[in-house]
C-alpha cells in the first residue's frame, strides 16, 4: 500500500483522539524530530503525535493502518542505526504521557512501566528498594525503556546479566490493526503459544507499539569492587579475557579500551589514564562482598600472569566511578575529534576479540582511516569508532568500504552485524550476510504477517535495495 | 492444503533420501510413535523417517511441503501436552542419527549438540568439565535437547536460572520450504533482526525442524545444599516462599508437595516423609560456600519464623539426594493410584500460590476429585495433578470441566494455562483465555508466514475447534 499522506480530514481524525495539543505539524517540530542520534540520516515525519494512552495508540494506528501512513515509535531517538529516522515520513510516536511506572512488585520482584519512562529513572527506583534492573546501556540517563526493548539495548553488565530481552517479561503491545495484545506476565514460566514477548523485544519498532512492560528485577548485588589492567600488547589483554572466563569467573563488567580511544578519552577527561598502554580492561565484579574479593584477587593473578603491567583496584567508590567514567566518556571523547562520529557494534564470539582487533586496526590501515576500538570484551562486543566528516565523500565512501569488511570479518569469525545496536536503516544493506537470503526471507515473511500493510517503521531492517549509507532529506 | 498421504512414489523419493533402513512404515513402527506421554491422544503416522544430517531433513521437508504430508518432529516423547501425537497422520521424523554433542567450547562457555542428544548427557558431559547447564526437567534422564527446545522445557532450577529459552543462543533449524537458516551464535548480544532464536524456542515443531542448537553454559556452581521445611498449613508454606524472595534471597530450588502428594510419595518410596505435614518445601541453594551457608541459615530463620514445625537441612549427599527424589518422584507415585494420570501446570505469580492451591483444593472439592498438587513454588508453576480412568467417561467430564475452572482461575490471578508443559492438543482449546481473541490470530498469521501449507506438526497450539480432551485414533 502506498502512503496517502495526512489529509485534512485525517489530520482532524488523529486530533480527535489525542486532542490538539498532542498533534503538531508545524515545521519546527518535523525538524525536531526528523533525525536521531545516527549521523547522516534525516527525513521529516508529517506529524508528530502523543497518546495519552493504549487506547490512543489503538486509535491511531487504526487510521494509520487504514491509509498507509507509517508509523514511527520513538523514545529519546539515541539508537545508532537510524533507527527513529522516519524515512518514509509519516507519523513520529511520542510517549511523553506514557511515561509512568505503574508498579514495582517486591514478592515478585518485577517492575511495570509505561514506554516513555527514562532508563535511569527504573534503575533508581528499583536501587532504592535494594533490587535491581541490569541493562546499563550508554545512553541510560536520557533513554526510554520504550527505546531500550524496541532495540533490545545491551550495556556494560551483558556478559553477567544478559541484555534487555532477558528482563522483559511481558508486553503490552499494539499491533497494526489496533489490536491490543499482552504477553507473558510476572511469570518466570509461560509457554502459551509462541515467545512473542522475546519476539517484539528487539523488532525495532516494525512489528508493533510497545504500550506496556513487565520487567523482572534481581535482588541488587550487596557489593561491587571495579578495577583496571594495563597492557602493552593486545593479544594479552584478550588472552587474560578468556583465562577470566575460562576460570569460571564471570565479571560484572570487562570493558575493553585500544591505545587510540585511551589517548582520546585521556585528553578529554584528564583522570591519569596511561596513554601507553596498548589495551586497558576495565572490571568489575558485583556480589557478597567475599566473592568479590575471591573473585578480584583471581583476576588480578590472571591478568598479571598475562603480562598486564598494571593492575589496581578502585579503593574508594570515588576512584572506581572514575574508571568508569574513563569507559563511559569514549564516545563523546571520540566524538571531540571530527565533526562525525561513526561508531559501529560488529561482536564476536569472545574468544575471538584479539582476532577482531586487530582485523580492525588493518582494515583500517588499509583504508587510511582512524578507527578507535573499546566495547565489551567480556561478551565481544566490540565499538569500533571512526571519527570523519559527511560532507568529505571520497572519505566517507572508505568509511563505508571499511565497516563493510569489518561486518564480513565479524561474520567469518562466528559474529554478528550488530550485537546492541540494532539493524535500522544503517545495517539493513548487511543483514543477510548475518542469515542468509532465507533468514531474511523468512523474518520479511513474518513482518509481513504481522504488519500487512507495512506500517511499522517501514524502510527499517530490511533493505529496499543495495543503498548503503545515504543522506535522506 | 489437504494432506494427500504418502504414494508408492513419494515413498521412494523418501527412501532415495533416508536409505530403507531410516523409513519405516510397518504397523507396529506406525503403532510405537502413535502416541507420547500424555494420556488419552493417540493417531497414527504413515511411516517414521530417521534422518541422518540437515540436508536429509531439508529435503525430507520439501517433499511434506509439496505433497501437503505434515510433519512431526519427535525427540523422547516425554511431553504432556500431545506435543508429538500424529493427531493428523504424516511422517514422524525421529533424531536418533543425529544425536552427537558436537563441541564444548570453554572459551565461549557453549555446548554445540545435534537434537537427538539426551539432556541428561548435556549435563553430565558439560559437569565433568566443571561447566553447568541449568535446565532439567523432570524427563531429564530419557528427554531429547530436540524436544526440550522445542517445548521450551523448565525443570526444578527454573527459579534462579532460567528455562530452556534462557540457554539456547543459536540454532539450526530447517523450513517448512527446506530452506535452512542459521540464528544466534556464540554470542551474549545478536540484534541482527528478530530473535528467531526465542521464536522457534517453544514453537512446539509447528514452525520449523530444529537440527542444531548452541546452548550457553555456566560456570558450575561450587556446591549446594538442600534442606526441608514442614508446615502444618498452607498458607505458612507460601508465605515463607514469598517472604525468602523477598529478603533477597533466590534459592537454586524451591520446590512444594501438599499433603495429598506427601502421602502418596511416602507410600511409593518410604524415605520416612512426614504423612502429617500440610505442605513441604524442598529447597535448595547453590554457589559458592560461605554464601550457601548463609542463605541457607537465612531460609531456615524464615521458615520458623513462618511456622514450619521442622526445618532440616540434609548433612550429606545421600541425605540431599533422598530429599530430591520425594519431588522428583511425585508423577511416578501418583501415576500408581490409578490407570490415568492427569498431570497439569497452570502457573501463577510466585505471591499468589497460596491463593491458587487453595482453589484448586476447592475446584477439586466441588467435581468430587482427588487432586494432589506439587511444584516448582518458586516460580509459581504448579502440577495439580489428578488421578483417574479415561474409561470412566461421567469422570473424564468432571476432570475436564475442573481443568477448565484451574486454568480460569491461573489467568483471573495474573498465570498462565501452561508454564513449562507446553500447549500441543491438550491446551489449545483454552489458548484464548491466556491470549485473547487477538493474541491468537497473531500468533496464527505467523505461523501461516512460516508454514503456509500447515505441515509441522499440524493440529497443535491453535484449536481446530472447540475440542476439549477428546480420543483421536
Known sequence: MLAQGISEKIKKEFIAIVSPENYEDTQTSRLVYSYDATPNYQALPEAIISPRNTREVSEVLKICNEHGIPVVPRGSGTNLCGGTCPVEGGVVLLFKHMNKILEIDEANLTITVQPGVLTVQIIQAVEARGLFYPPDPGSMKISTIGGNINENAGGLRGLKYGVTRDYVIGLEAVLPNGDIVRTGGKLAKDVAGYDFTR??????????????????????PETKKTGLALFSDLESAAKAVSKIIANKIIPATLEFLDNA?????????????????????????????????????KIIDICLQENAFSVEVAKTEQEAEALRTARRTALSALARLAPTTILEDATVPRSEIARMVKSITEIAGKYNLKICTFGHAGDGNLHPT???????????????????????????????????????IMKAPYLEMKLGKEGVAAMRAVKAALDPNNIMNPGKIFAGDSRKRVVVS
Chains 1, 2 share one sequence.
Open 386 to 424: 571512526c571519527p570523519t566528516d559527511v560532507r568529505n565523500h571520497e572519505e566517507m565512501e572508505r568509511v563505508e568500504k571499511a565497516f563493510e569488511e569489518i561486518f564480513q570479518r565479524a561474520i567469518e569469525l562466528g559474529g554478528t552485524i550488530t550485537g546492541e545496536h540494532g539493524v535500522g
Open 199 to 220: 519476539l517484539f523485544v528487539g523488532s525495532e519498532g516494525t512489528l508493533c507499539v510497545v504500550t506496556e512492560a513487565i520487567l523482572k528485577l534481581l535482588p541488587l
Open 261 to 297: 580511544t585511551i589517548r582520546v578519552v585521556e585528553d578529554y577527561v584528564k583522570i591519569g589514564l596511561p596513554v601507553n598502554a596498548e589495551a586497558v580492561l576495565l572490571i568489575e565484579q558485583d556480589g557478597q562482598p567475599e566473592i568479590v574479593d575471591r573473585d578480584m584477587a
